[in-house]
C-alpha cells in the first residue's frame, strides 16, 4: 500500500499504481469476488488483494468514508 499526496486524491493505493483501496472496498460490498476482481484488475495478484482487505480491516473508517464520498460525486 502507499499514500502519496495528491495522487489518487491521497487515497490509499495498491503497491504502484492508482488502484485505491476504497475502490476495491466498494466493488467487494457490490458482491464481486476475487476472481472477478483479478479480472478487471489484471496487474494485482491474488496476494495484492489480500493485502488489500487487510489494510481495509485494520483501517476501516477510511475506506467506509471514502466510499461514500464517492458514491455522492
Do not use: K
Not at 495478484?45 to 489480500?50: E, I, M, Q, R, Y
Amino acid at each position: 500500500m502507499s499514500q502519496t499526496l495528491g495522487v489518487c486524491g491521497g487515497d490509499a493505493c495498491m503497491r504502484n499504481t492508482c488502484i485505491p483501496i476504497w475502490e476495491l472496498e466498494s466493488f467487494r460490498h457490490l458482491g464481486m469476488n476475487e476472481s472477478r476482481l483479478l479480472d478487471n484488475y489484471p496487474t494485482l495478484t491474488a496476494t495484492d488483494l489480500a493485502n488489500a482487505s487487510a489494510y481495509a480491516a485494520a483501517f476501516p473508517d477510511e475506506s467506509e468514508i471514502a466510499i461514500r464520498q464517492n458514491d455522492e460525486d
